[in-house]
């Protein structure tokens, strides 16, 4: 392959991969040319044309993905899959067996050490050999793989040479206990007509576990490939630069696929990958790190509509900034329990209106996602607990009523509508506090009393009842005055009494503002133990990416001094609890 490549051909220089897209000659040059696509997009220097003229296309979508090389340069050699287990495998055995005799080191010599090696190899589970430049399952002289390593469980075969994926099927086919198989970052050719795969089924008809990851196929690719395997429940297709997920033929993909990875490809709705509602038993979806914005492109477009099944959904590291994408997530995915929104513009500035400072956006966001949410049991990697779900919907009701306030009465519906859980919170909590800020001239009385809410507890023989006075007092009113007013009220001695105005705002409890963020490993962890959507444990977990703690309402207790009450209280209505000391 070295001295006479074609078009097609994968070689590897120094350990950089790359494809033959041209051969023959380039403008302004003499002598003949190997245009190549290297597998890292960063390496080349152009994307196939060069000085104006186009001298080949590549699959890469990076404008450096390309090179010209000269055909005598001297490529590293190919290997076949039972050369390269052998060298890795074999080699790592010899340097870590040792006999011993008396404390003396002795050396295994002759069949003894060969059998000692094959028996050692035949027992290999977990294979790796990626990057090892594998193009092909034999050389010339090899023994079946069947006997060499007819165990392995897991395998991967990732950044290798192969040009088919026919080649693969050829060593799958003698491993009867395959689970496992990653074929990342190769560059497979000619898909739809590889022979190879025509009855690959009963080759593949074990694996579960399927990673398609960087190959740049097409989606109608991956799907041709990832029908062969008729068990197949956890696919992974991230960064292939989908952009659009087309109806395509999928097989038994659609009664046995349980999680798909589309993370790191370039789709901006949730529209993009609508065909996905054929995969009725699909149960984890993740979508990190696209450009996602909004569920459609066109606002008059039906949403797409998601099986009952799905109930993990990652969309972190997107472009979401807009509550209504939110808001839309139980239409779309009307079994939705568990979801990861991290890391998206909406959790920068989740309220503008009324913005917060420092990490506070970020707890807020969170209590508005959970406020809602009514169906959610886990947010960014953490549990929801009652406590949890009562202060997110009690603060976002709280927050919805600031807006309500921020406009005339006759424009509350307009608000109103952008909350489709408000007529739920408020049957669940009660109405929120409006205090509506009314323009009123400074000259005029009205301008120059607050109207008061007084509540007050009375401890009678049989229980504690709430009793609720209302007046107008002056803003110049000082403390004293109106402890005076609510001791009338209540028939109390006043120096006994407590004022708690009740701002009806929220604020974070101390010692809880810590932010713990994400890790990989974290969410590797959340996968294997299925994102917690169905455990009934859920209040025993912590609180990772994103979940900030408990909030509490802010209360703000009146003490006695000559301050004026119009400095004590916000706008012209106030609500304040008396207690007795």
Partial sequence: MGLNPKVGDRLSYDGAVCTVRYI????????????????????????????????????????????????????????????????????????????????????EVGFDKIHRKQAQLAELKVVIVDGARIAYAYSEGDNPISQICPKIVELDLSRNLFQRVGTVVAICSELPVLRSLRLNGNRFRDISTDEGLENAQSSLKEVKDLALEETLMSWEEICHIATKFQSLSTLSASANQLSYLPETPLGTLASTLVSLDLEFNNFTTIADVASLARLTTLRHLHLKGNTISTITQDPSQNLPVFPTNLKYLDVSYNQVSSWAFVDALPTC??????????????????????????????????????????????????????????????????????????????????????????AELCELYGPPVINRRKEINPAFLEARLVTV?????????????????????????????????????????????????????????????????????????????????????????????????????????????????????????????????
């Fill in 333 to 422: 995915f009307p079994g939705l329990t568990s979801l990861r929104i991290s890391h998206n513009p909406i959790y920068d500035n989740p309220d503008p209106e009324f913005s917060t400072q420092s990490k506070a956006t970020t707890e807020e966001a969170y209590m508005f996602t959970v406020g809602r949410l009514a169906n959610l049991k886990s947010l960014n990697f953490g549990t929801i607990s009652n406590t949890d779900r009562q202060d997110a919907e009690m603060f976002y009701l709280a927050r919805i009523g600031k807006h309500l306030a921020a406009v005339p009465e006759g424009k509350e519906a307009e608000v109103i509508k952008q909350h489709r859980r408000y």
């Fill in 453 to 581: 809410h007084f509540a007050f507890s009375s401890a009678g023989e049989e229980d504690v009842k709430i009793v609720e006075r209302t007046t107008k007092i002056p803003k110049s009113f000082d403390i004293y005055a109106v402890k005076g007013i609510a001791g009338k009220l209540f028939g109390t001695r006043p120096l006994g009494l407590r004022l708690i105005w009740e701002t009806g705002e929220w604020d974070p409890v101390a010692g809880f503002d810590d932010e713990v963020e994400d890790t990989s490993d974290e969410e590797e962890e959340e996968e294997k133990r299925g994102e917690v959507e169905d455990t009934e444990d859920l209040g025993e977990r912590s609180q990772p990416d994103g979940k900030m703690g408990k909030w509490v309402k802010r209360e703000v207790e009146l003490q006695d001094g000559p301050r004026q009450l119009g400095f004590c209280v916000d706008g012209l209505e106030a609500r304040i609890r008396v207690e007795l000391r």
């Fill in 24 to 107: 023959g000659e380039v403008s302004g040059t003499s002598g003949t040319w190997l245009g190549v696509e290297w597998d890292d997009p960063g390496r080349g220097k152009h994307d196939g044309s060069h000085k104006g003229i186009r001298y080949f296309t590549c699959r890469s979508k990076s404008p450096t993905a390309a090179s010209f090389v000269r055909p005598t340069r001297p490529a590293e050699k190919p290997q076949s899959f039972v050369n390269a287990v052998t060298e890795k495998y074999a080699s790592e055995l010899e340097k870590t067996t040792v006999i011993k005799f008396s404390n003396k080191v002795a050396e």
